[in-house]
Structure formats: C-alpha cells, structure tokens
C-alpha cells in the first residue's frame, strides 16, 4: 500500500516513511492517537541517557529543558497561525481548557454566559461546569446544536467555546465567522483545536481568535500523554490574572517569593514543571510539519474523505454519514449504526483501525502524512465485507472495552 504520489510538490511517500506504522494495519485512528514518528524513540533516547543520565539536574540549564515549552509553542504556533510568544506547552488539555475559560471569564466580568456547541468534546464542558461551581458566581453554560451557535450569541455571552472540528461528526465551524460575531456581542472566544492543529489550515491571528487551545498527541503525533498547547491573542497577555498561579508562570520563579506574581506575556499560562521526556518525543515529531504544506494537507485531506465516503455511499447502504452532504468537514469521516460498536471491533479485528464513540458513531480519521488511496479502499473494502456478511454479529465483538 506504497501508492503515495507527489502531489501540489508536498511528497507524501517521503512524509509517509518518517513514521513507524505495523504492517498490514490501516491506520485511520490518527486523530485520536498519532502514530510513532521515527525520529521519536533517538531523540527520546538522547534526552533519558545523554541529558538526563549525563546532566542530571544541570539538564535544566544545559540542555535548554526550562525553556521548551515556549520554544515548543512557537514551533506549534506555526502550525495555528500564531505569532510567536503567544503559545505555549504544558498540562493536559483539560487543563488548558480550565485556565483560558476562567481568564477569559474574568476579561468580561459582568456577564454571565459561557457559550457552547454540543459537540464539544464532554471534557471541555465538564472543565466549564466545575469553574462556575469554584466561581460560584452564577455562572451558565449554555449548549446549543452545532447550527444554532451563531444565532445564540448575544449581550449576555461572556464567552464563546467551541471545539473547531465535532470529535463525533466532524463538523467544521468557521472560525473567523464565528468569532467576528463574538466580538460584534462583545464576547471573548475560546477555540479547542484538537481535531483541527495539524489536519487543516489554521490562522488564529487572521481570525482574532482570542484563545486556543489543543493537544498534541492526535494530528501532531508526539505520543500518548503528551502535552497540550494554549494560544493567548498577544494584547490579552498582561490582562491575564491566572487560575492556576503556579511556579513556573511566576514572574521570577527562582526568587521563591512568598507570594504570586504572574510572569510576562504567554509564560503566564504556565504552571508547574515541564514533562521532559513528552516534551523531547514532540520536539521530534514537530520535525515533520517543516515539510509540510498546510494547504496541500488539507487538499489532500478533503479528497481522501470524499473517497471514502464515496465509496461506502455506494457499497454500504446500512452506514448513514454523520454529517449532512455539504458540511465543512475536518480530517475525518463518521457513519451512524445501531451497532456501530461492534463493527467497529469487527474492523479492528481485520487491522482497519478507527473508533467508535458513543452512542452510535464510526468513526475514521484520514491524515495524509501517512494514509493513501490504497488505505481508503482497502478500509470501503473492510466496511462493505464486514456489514454484508454481517461478520460484526459475534459476542467478542459486543463486549466492550474500557476505551472505546
Ligand atoms: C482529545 C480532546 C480532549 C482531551 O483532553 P485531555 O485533557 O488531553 O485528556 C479535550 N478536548 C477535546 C476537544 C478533545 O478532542
């Protein structure tokens, strides 16, 4: 399954070998769970034996450990449409989710509203839940259908926050849009970009997205756990009075003072110490998006989707598409079934990996850094067999796992 041309002058089959895939596995859980960077396991390596085992605490200093996050950050900021000093990398990205809802809540202390879509990804709506109870400042979040947002905002949205890319359908809000229509109600936005950093064209500056935030184990490949990103639109920086004032967002965190100063720009949103070695596995798997042209990606992109959803269109009558024909669409393609579990563990089973999230979705992410036609048909092939025999019906199947 080696067919990857060259196409628009980014080339596939180079971006293709960078990565370590299993063999005779179709990989379209991309979005949930990158895949291995060859780079990752040396550059790792280096930082355990050669920094680590070497420098011991001088890593610090000496090998530049201290300052990752924010060099990191620039590298992902790149990739978001960022300027640089305004992203940055740490904590997981609930967390993330935490401290900009709570610093854009405090930018507009007199409304009460935190916007949302249901398709948010329940994490990001739970973080939203426990801030207004530590708040408790009567504080609400309202969730409206993913169509009905734009029409939802209005003088009391304090805050709109939305997951760019539905980690169910895969639906597309127009960020731009959205967010000028934010700002015209005087509301501050907060994009999720994890399902969009690394699958399509991103541009938080062009948009005058106010937040973002996203992760980095899904499109940008840097390993499970590893870090999330935050964006701040650089005028909102020193407005900021964070939530959680920790160490290392201090303005001197070396001085020890008894009490919280933030520390200047994007450090702020930093909390405490680094993952070092998660942080080494993304160095490496950044790498590969220097190669890499957005545009091309995304082109490439839309049309292994179109493929897909072809090709089951025509073979797989039971599978109903997610999304409505027409809608913007991220990375990924997602069908309905009413025992969408079980197929999909049918399809593991025959080394198509996607997943399935409940309560009825298929779903299958397409990044072109590593997927191809050939894997597109291959996994319509898979699909089509395993609804016509009906080789999902089969108790093993049914029984589910903690992670679905
Ligand atoms: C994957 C994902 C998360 C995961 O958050 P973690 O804190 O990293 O576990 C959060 N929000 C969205 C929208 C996601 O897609």
Redesign the pocket.
Known sequence: MRDHGTRGGTDWAALRARFHLPDSIVYLDGN?LGPLPRAVPERVRRTVEDEWGEMLIRGWNEAGWMEWPARLGDRIGRLIGASGGATVVGD??????YQALDAALRLRPGRRVILSDSG??P??LYMAEGLIAALDRGHELRVVAPEAVAEAIDGDTAVLML?QVD?RTGRLHDMADLTARAHAAGALTIW?L??SAGALEIDVTGADADFAVG?T??YLNAGPGAP?FVYVRPDLHDAIAPALSGWLGHAAPFAFDPSYRPGPGITRMRVGTPPVLQLAALEAALDIWDDVDMGDLRARSLALCDRFVGGVAARCPDLVPALPPGTARGSQVSFRHPEGYAVMQALIARGVIGDFRAPDILRFGFTPLFIGEAEVDAAVAAVADILETAAWDRPEYRTRKAVT
């Open positions: 949930s997981t990205l609930s967390i993330k989710v948010n990804f994490t990001d997951t980690y999720d994890a399902h992760c184990y899904k999330a």
